[in-house]
C-alpha cells in the first residue's frame, strides 16, 4: 500500500484485510448493474456448468478439473468456451455472435483472480454469474466485499465451506439434482435489487472529511488513463462524479496518459 503515502486517495479491488491505510477503499468494476432480460428458470437450462476462462492457472485448473469430471461421472453437462477446458476432451462450446451462453447454464464457474488469503479482492466474476441467472461456483476471497459492501445476495455455492475440491464437486452434483432448489437459488438473484455505485458512499463520506487540495484550488480535475484501464471512460468517470459528487468543482478533463493529472488511472493486476 505504498501507493497511500502519495496520494489523497487510492481506489482498488484489493485491499489488506489487516492494516489497510484508512485512504484506501474498495472500488468495483462489474460496470453492469440489472439482471438480463431474458432468464429461464435454472432447472429449465440445458447446460449444467458453464466454464469460461483464459486465465488457465494450475490451481484453478486443478478445482474445475475434479468439478468436471464429477459432473462427466453423473451425465451432467459440463461446457467451456474460453481457453482454458480443465481438462476436457471435448470441443470448445460455440455460440451465435452476440449470444449468451451463460443464460443457457444452471451454473456458472466464478473464480476470483486474486486468491491471496491477505487480501480480499472482489471483482466482477461474481456478480457476472448472477446477473445471467447463474448460480455461481465460487472460489475467492471477496465475500466480505460482495455482502457488507455492494450487498450481493447469497445465492451461490463458495469453494471456502468445503473441506476438498471433491466435496465441493459433491455439492454441486446435489444441487444440480435438485430442481427445486436450482430455481430457489435463482429466485434470490432475480428479486434483489442491484444498486450502482453502492461502494461510493463511503468513500464519498471520507471527502467530505478529507477533502483533496486540488479540489478546493482547481477550476477542473484533470484525469489521465493508461493503456492498462480496460474500463470505460464512461463508467469510469460516472465513479469519480459518484465519489467527489459534493465536492467542487464538478469540471473534470480527460489528458494524455503522459501528463500529470488530479486523478490517475491504473488498472494493473491482483495477488
Known sequence: ???????????????????????????AIDEDTVMYDTITRASLRPIDVLYTSSNCDTTRERMVHVIRQKLEEEGLRFEYNGRCNAGSRKPRYKFAAHAQPALKSKMMIAISRSQDPHTEALDEKLSKAMKFGCIAIYQGVGQRLAHSVQSYPHGYLDRQYYSSDSDFAGAIVRTLRDPALLDSIQQQLLVHKWEKMRFCKIINDFVLRHPPSWIRSNTSVSIAKNNGASLSNKYLLEVIQCIFKSAHPLNYKWVHKSQEADIEINHCCFG
Not at 501507493?3 to 472500488?27: A, C, T, W
Open 1 to 27: 500500500m505504498i501507493l497511500s503515502k502519495h496520494y489523497d486517495l487510492v481506489l482498488s479491488m484489493e485491499l489488506l484485510r489487516q492494516g489497510s491505510p484508512e485512504n484506501v477503499f474498495y472500488i
